[in-house]
């Protein structure tokens, strides 16, 4: 079961103010500086959350007794203010109307009674500014019962006297009844939203190390993982469908050590995890902390089912590379929902994820949802990185001005829809007169100083520059800026993309481009010219001999948006492929 959120204070160093978890997804990252209060966050949902949602109501007092009291000493905020306890569940505005239609599903009921619940529910009172429905459930004391955080004369006004009466004889069917006693705390009650039950938790530690043979496990830190690796290795006949979860390790232990050969076994003793690889035999702690490290959480990942999994500190001996190909299996090959507390920026984007920044305001912490990249970059900032520690972008592509930016990435996207602009490249422009000041050696490489050249690779060693010939025949040769460029961009890590006609346009279908040319100018008659060397933008307009050249960017845009991609125009295949093969690289082979 996975959750959609969850919020609570009252609990260690969240003190004050509600602490909201939400919107979840699969993959969540509780990021923040050391001491500050993530793993909290992790040990609320593990002890506390099951406790908390158990003492929610009457119906739950067997539930509470066989559980007992999580709740210690140790758990207590410290603060001079009296401690309110509460928890609090969310529903999205996605799922709104449904929850409603739940709740008002009988015969009975008519919309008008559903119009009135959703008037009510998406008041200040439970709706946020995101549009998502809040139930808080607060307590004086973690020993008393959970009850709805509402104040009943606030919310009086939300409805008129005989819209309260109407929605309780809906939800309740009863009659008469007196509007603060009966009407409104009853309705409130009825429309209210706890989960059903706990997910299952399961808390994987810090320190995680393969255990002794014959070690039992009480949890998955690494303690028994040999004696489970074996179970699935060899399963029984009524239980051969575990086989796959074994060959699913397997492969994602190819995929860390790039080799396809590569291949565990757990021998009869039992005693250690073995690897076949090139021939060779050799123990898992051969091959290194890293690889030790990610075998142990891709198997515990693997071996637990719709599991809620907390990992602490996940990138602890793992190399940046590791630490993204740990998140996309665990993203892309399990079905468990998954929170890692970190202080790594190289997670922020290796997989599809909510962020959430914890940080510490006079000794109490603070949970804040992260969606921007300016919101990202804050984060970088306040754990220590610098720019020359993330070397920015994994690869830049410079252009001449932004409807080659549109090209590139409408050609791009053709080829491999999972390279992202802004992950995997950025695009940088240098029109104009900016080109001749340009350089792709080292700034210590330079012979000419005064020319002032920029060197584009200490921005970044992995760049590529694409520009137009500009030539007006085949036989016609680039002028001298631009071999510079080329020879100094090939002798690099890069390379450079020359068109081979006459500019980016050539490499489209010319009757298409003049169709974009006339959508955008409605007054266009027609190209002047088609053809490998000609200037694609100009137009002649209607009964007219006047001659204009089109928008660049505009006919990009509308070309780009109204058309799927030809590559067999020159050699236009050949550099997207060879580009985003080199995007690929750069990324260091892991998309």
């Keep these: 079961m996975y959750l959609n959120g969850f919020g609570f204070s009252g609990y260690r160093s969240f003190v004050e103010g509600l602490s909201k978890i939400s919107p979840l997804q699969k993959v969540n990252l509780i990021i923040g500086k050391n001491n500050v209060g993530k793993s909290n966050?992790?040990?609320?949902?593990?002890?506390?959350?099951?406790?908390?949602?158990?003492?929610?109501?009457?119906?739950?007092?067997?539930?509470?007794?066989?559980?007992?009291?999580?709740?210690?000493?140790?758990?207590q905020p410290i603060s001079n203010k009296p401690i309110i306890h509460k928890i609090a569940f969310p529903i999205l505005s996605t799922e709104i109307d449904s929850f409603i239609n739940g709740k008002l599903s009988n015969e009975t009921t008519h919309r008008r009674h559903r119009e009135l619940a959703k008037k009510l529910l998406e008041s200040e009172v439970f709706k946020d500014k995101k549009g998502d429905l809040w139930f808080v459930y607060k307590a004086n004391s973690h020993t008393a019962q959970f009850t709805l955080d509402v104040d009943i004369e606030a919310i009086l006004p939300v409805l008129e006297q005989h819209e309260w009466q109407q929605?309780?004889?809906?939800?309740?069917?009863?009659?008469?009844?007196?509007?603060?006693?009966?009407?409104?705390?009853?309705?409130?009650?009825?429309?209210?939203?706890?989960?059903?039950?706990?997910?299952?938790?399961?808390?994987?530690?810090a320190i995680r190390k393969v255990g002794n043979a014959g070690s039992e496990a009480s949890d998955f830190s690494g303690e028994g993982i040999i004696e489970r690796l074996a179970k699935i290795q060899n399963p029984p006949l009524t239980?051969?469908?575990e086989k796959q979860k074994f060959l699913a390790i397997n492969s994602f232990v190819q995929e860390v050590l790039e080799n396809k050969s590569a291949m565990i076994e757990i021998p009869y003793e039992r005693d250690m995890i073995l690897i076949h690889m090139d021939g060779k035999t050799l123990p898992l702690e051969s091959l290194g902390t890293g690889v030790h490290e990610v075998v142990i959480l891709a198997s515990a990942a693997t071996l637990l089912d719709e599991t809620i999994i907390c990992?602490?500190?996940?990138?602890?001996?793992?190399?940046?590379?590791?630490?993204?190909?740990?998140?996309?299996?665990l993203s892309e090959s399990t079905t468990n929902q998954y929170f890692f507390t970190t202080h790594s920026a190289h997670l922020l984007d290796a997989v599809e994820s909510e962020i959430f920044h914890v940080v510490q305001v006079d000794g109490a912490s603070q949970?804040?949802?992260?969606?921007?990249t300016k919101e990202k970059s804050g984060i970088c900032h306040d754990l220590g990185y610098k720019a020359s520690d993330i070397l920015q972008a994994n690869c830049i592509i410079w252009v001449e001005g932004p409807s080659d930016r549109i090209y590139l990435n409408y050609w791009i996207r053709a080829k491999n829809s999972k390279l992202i602009e802004g992950v995997h490249y950025s695009i940088m422009f240098f029109g104009g007169r900016l080109f001749s000041h340009?350089?792709?050696?080292?700034s210590d490489e330079i012979e000419d100083k005064i020319n002032d050249f920029i060197s584009v690779r200490n921005l970044n060693r992995h760049t590529v520059i694409m520009f137009d010939s500009d030539k007006e025949s085949p036989r016609a040769r680039i002028n001298s800026t631009k071999q510079r460029l080329k020879n100094e961009f090939n002798d690099g890590s890069g390379f450079a993309w020359v068109t081979k006609g006459r500019e980016v346009e050539n490499y489209l279908n010319v009757d298409l481009v003049e169709k974009s040319v006339k959508a955008v100018h409605p007054s266009a008659q027609g190209l002047i010219a088609k053809g490998d060397w000609e200037n694609?933008?100009?137009?002649?307009?209607?009964?007219?001999?006047?001659?204009?050249?089109?928008?660049?960017?505009?006919?990009?845009?509308?070309y780009t948006e109204h058309n799927t991609v030809d590559f067999n125009v020159l050699d236009l295949n050949t550099c997207a492929n060879k580009l985003c093969e080199f995007i690929i690289s750069a990324n260091g082979n892991e998309i």
């Design 41 to 75: 966050i992790v040990n609320f949902l593990n002890e506390q959350y099951p406790y908390f949602l158990s003492k929610i109501g009457n119906q739950r007092q067997f539930e509470r007794q066989e559980q007992g009291v999580p709740f210690k000493s140790i758990d």
């Design 167 to 205: 929605l309780w004889g809906a939800l309740t069917n009863q009659w008469q009844g007196d509007l603060r006693a009966h009407w409104i705390p009853q309705t409130l009650e009825a429309l209210s939203y706890a989960p059903a039950s706990s997910p299952k938790v399961e808390v994987i530690p």
């Design 239 to 241: 239980e051969q469908e």
């Design 311 to 329: 990992v602490e500190e996940p990138e602890l001996h793992l190399h940046p590379l590791l630490q993204r190909k740990l998140l996309k299996y």
């Design 367 to 372: 949970v804040n949802a992260i969606s921007s």
């Design 438 to 442: 340009l350089s792709a050696q080292d």
């Design 536 to 558: 694609l933008l100009k137009y002649t307009k209607q009964n007219s001999r006047t001659e204009r050249t089109a928008s660049k960017v505009k006919v990009a845009r509308h």
